[in-house]
């Protein structure tokens, strides 16, 4: 190919020469056309050489490959080199990846919501033929075939015109936030699910859009139950589904209790026929069988309480107790069922120091990271090896109270309190929390904040501002103006400041009562929004809910009225000491140790300690100091077996000889206390030694 270039190149060369030459020759010219002449030739010899081999190729049958011809004519794309392949025109088109089928889970909610469901609120869904469900995507189905499988699961959604969306969780416990999944362009794929969750590992949520779902639970036999597994009842021999057979058949024992309490009235009469071996039960006054009143007595009063009055359920399904309507007697009614609300299945730890204990106490209660507080609450102070098997639990939620009482709340003592104007405060979420300390205060054996102003207590429970006086307002600047309203005969002086409260009324002395009403409620509507905060941490355990339907059984909880603080008689009627032998030298010295002990309770009681006032000890803070709690108990049953054991050391001088002094130890948890004798006996020892153990011993240092 490169010599017929050339020949090619010189034949050109030749041409231009000759006519170079017609012109006129020159030495040069002619020299050049004769050295053209002489490349011509040996150039043609070449050829001829050239195109004799190609014959002899071709008469051999040989000739060039497609890959040879195609790396010529293309040399870019067929490159040389071992490692460089060459690219083949012939490449197979790319294969489709194969559908993997998998199982995934939804759950149906009855109402557009932007939350999950809490526990409760599944077993309604489920009673209801909504929840949770696992489907099976056997290929990428489309947005109909997907429609199909869920009307096919939910028969509810067949009658859906609205629209739905799923939606899926964020992670962690408890209610999270739910965001929505966003269809494409032809709605929702399998793919699309696939993606979401996860390939089946991540809950999707159904929301409808507009409709709202019958929550009422359906018939056993309904179509929503008939892929369950059944089994039979065998009280009642009726076939329910596995969901919800358990809860039956608590239902159905005690049917059967009451059926048999009915038809068998002579079991009554026996009782009624009193032997004189037979004892009475302190709750009910029947007489039982001796060997039979223990047994009996331990579940007398939740006997007396299930027949007196109805088992609530949910909407009349058996299942656990929801909120009851009209079912509740007394205050301890109430606090029983809010016991029966706490979720054992987790614990929400605290582990916090006594140093500025309310501060980090309300930071770590907002955290709530891995748990919440509608679980048992368990508290650790840092550095004390105590346990918390109950008192240190009372003892967090008595500190917090009090504290919350002081840092969110003013007023006077005794005369009721309302919420602080801090916005700062309501910003951080603090009263929102408060309100959740209330709530499992009240619920986990905790002290009941009974210090709220009446109007406070209405607002929480109707939104209404009710009973607003002239006693509730603890603002220095509005309590001027009012004092200056009804004393001073011009008002023109006041009006800006009459003005910037609300009042839009006449200006003069027959309005006096109409300004003082507008300030008032000005001091009040600043705080509502306060109030409003409080009271969405009450919605914990619905225990709002409860209050709105008992108003007047709530009310003590949290309205302050007659002072029930502990006095020093609640702590000596409760003392269950163990005596030596009557008569004895030891006998007397514990009997002047328990007179020393309530003359220290009374002295405190009447205030006659020289103290300073931040530091001051109280009969609250001994019994918190015994036990770990500073309230009466409020169950009447806890009241009952509440006792305080007391015990005497009488070998501490043998133990440790040549010692001087000898403090009492208490265990909370156990409730009880021992006094070492050789250093109790003398008043003024006892009363040096025990504020010095109330004041400097408040840790959980024994285990």
């Known amino acids: 190919m490169t010599l017929v270039y050339i020949h090619i190149k010189c034949n050109v060369l030749l041409n231009l020469f000759i006519l170079t030459l017609q012109q006129g020759s020159t030495p040069v ?29 071709q008469n051999s049958g040989k000739h060039p490959s497609m890959d040879q011809e195609m790396a010529r004519c293309f040399p870019g794309f067929f490159r040389r080199g071992s490692k460089r392949c060459a690219v083949s025109l012939n490449k197979p088109s790319k294969v489709a990846k194969e559908w993997k089928p998998f199982n995934f889970t939804v759950f149906l909610v009855h109402k557009s919501c932007e939350t999950t469901p809490s526990p409760v609120q599944d077993l309604e869904h489920m009673q209801a033929g909504m929840g949770k469900r696992t489907l099976f995507m056997p290929k990428d189905m489309i947005h109909s075939e997907v429609s199909d499988l869920f009307k096919m699961t939910y028969p509810k959604m067949e009658k859906i015109t609205g629209g739905w969306l799923l939606y899926k969780a964020a992670g962690g416990n408890g209610k999270r936030p739910l965001s929505v999944v966003p269809p494409e362009s032809e709605g929702y794929t399998g793919s699309i699910i696939k993606s979401a969750s996860g390939g089946g590992k991540t809950m999707l949520y159904i929301v409808p859009l507009q409709e709202e779902f019958d929550l009422r639970p359906l018939p056993c036999d309904s179509q929503e139950f008939s892929r369950m597994p ?12 596995l969901q919800l057979l358990a809860l039956h058949v608590k239902q159905c024992k005690a049917l059967e209790y009451d059926t048999l309490s009915d038809s068998e009235p002579e079991v009554k009469s026996v009782y009624n026929n009193v032997n004189p071996s037979d004892n009475s039960c302190p709750i009910c006054q029947k007489h039982y069988p001796a060997e039979d009143l223990e047994l009996h007595a331990s579940v007398c009063g939740d006997w007396e309480r299930n027949m007196d009055s109805p088992v609530p359920f949910l909407d009349g399904s058996p299942t656990e107790l929801k909120e009851p309507q009209n079912t509740f007697l007394s205050e301890e009614d109430v606090l029983r069922w809010l016991a029966t609300q706490v979720d054992p299945s987790k614990e ?4 916090v120091s006594r140093m500025n204990l ?17 679980n048992p609450l368990k508290v650790t102070f840092i550095g004390e090896p105590g346990v918390d098997s109950g008192a240190l639990r009372k003892e967090f939620l008595t500190e917090m109270i009090a504290g919350i009482e002081m840092r969110l709340f003013e007023g006077e003592d005794g005369k009721g309190k309302m919420p602080k104007y801090s916005l700062n405060d309501l910003d951080n979420g603090l009263f929102r929390v408060a309100g959740e300390i209330f709530a499992v205060s009240l619920a986990q054996g905790g002290p009941a904040p009974k210090f709220l102003q009446e109007w406070c207590y209405n607002f929480l429970l109707t939104g209404n501002l009710e009973n607003v006086s002239r006693d509730h307002i603890h603002d220095l600047e509005l309590s001027s103006l009012i004092k200056m309203v009804e004393e001073t005969s011009d008002l023109s002086s ?31 509507v600043r705080r509502t929004t306060m109030l409003r905060q409080l009271r969405e941490g009450l919605q914990l355990y619905g225990f709002i809910g409860v209050m709105e339907r008992n108003r007047e059984l709530c009310r003590g909880f949290f309205v302050a009225g007659d002072d029930d603080k502990v006095d020093s008689n609640y702590i000596v009627s409760n003392l269950a000491p163990t005596m030596s032998e009557s008569g004895s030298q030891k006998h007397a010295r514990e009997t002047q140790i328990l007179n020393n002990f309530q003359d220290f309770l009374q002295e405190l009681e009447d ?69 070492p004798t050789a250093h109790c006996v003398h008043y003024s020892e006892f009363k040096e030694n025990m504020t010095a153990a109330i004041k400097c011993g408040a840790g959980f240092y024994r285990i």
């Open 358 to 374: 309310l501060e980090r106490g309300l930071m770590l209660w907002q955290r709530q990271k891995y748990s919440s507080p509608v």
């Open 29 to 57: 010219t002619e020299a050049a056309a004769a050295s053209v002449q002489n490349i011509l030739s040996i150039l043609n010899q070449s050829l001829g050489k050239a195109s004799t081999d190609n014959n002899k190729e």
């Open 230 to 241: 059944k089994a039979e009842c065998k009280m009642c021999l009726k076939i329910l589904p």
């Open 607 to 675: 205030g006659t300690t020289e103290d300073d006032a931040a530091d001051a000890l109280s009969v609250p803070r001994v019994l918190q100091w015994l036990t770990g709690q500073s309230h009466r108990h409020l169950l009447l049953s806890e009241r009952e077996n509440f006792k305080i054991k007391v015990h005497f050391d009488h070998t501490c001088m043998e133990r440790i000889p040549n010692h001087t002094i000898c403090f009492p130890l208490v265990s909370a948890c156990a409730q009880s206390i021992t006094f």
């Open 494 to 524: 006041c009006t800006e400041q009459i003005l910037n409260c609300g009042y839009t009324g006449p200006i003069n002395e027959g309005s006096r009562d109409s300004i003082t009403r507008a300030i008032l409620l000005h001091s009040a």
């Open 348 to 351: 929400f730890a605290i582990c």
